[in-house]
């Protein structure tokens, strides 16, 4: 098994790296609903800038412990596309259960059978 971190390693070869950092404060997340949780995400990340570049055209996968709502790993999938990531795909530890079914959206479909 080779050591990604080697000299002399793989370019290819998967590392683990901390890529994501807050630009603002947010409040803690603990008994927070899903919507707040959500909110107080909304746009207080930022990909750190060392990694931008080397984050860029790559396939990333998320490392989480516990999965609540959701809310955390979406925020930061969506900071890494919009900083040129191509691919994003998360791994979890746990998943909290939860105490109501998740809500279903409508959605409208065009006549092609998209999503409006």
Same mark, same amino acid.
């Given at each position: 098994?080779?050591?990604?971190? !080697? ?11 901390? $890529? ?21 995400? !909304?746009?207080?990340m ?9 984050? $860029? ?26 900083s ?6 998360? $791994?979890?530890l ?23």
């Open positions: 098994m080779q050591v990604c971190d !080697a000299p002399g390693a793989r370019q290819d070869c998967p590392r683990v790296v901390d $890529a994501i950092g807050l630009q603002r404060v947010v409040v803690d997340q603990s008994g927070l609903s899903h919507g707040q949780r959500a909110a107080n995400l !909304a746009g207080a930022k990909v750190v800038p060392k990694m931008v570049d080397r984050l $860029a055209q790559s396939d990333v996968i998320l490392i989480d412990d516990v999965v609540t709502t959701g809310s955390t790993l979406t925020q930061m999938a969506l900071t890494l596309q919009a040129g990531v191509s691919r994003v795909s998360a $791994a979890t746990a998943a909290t259960m939860r105490r109501h079914p998740p809500r279903r959206q409508k959605v409208a479909l065009s006549e092609a059978g998209e999503a409006d």
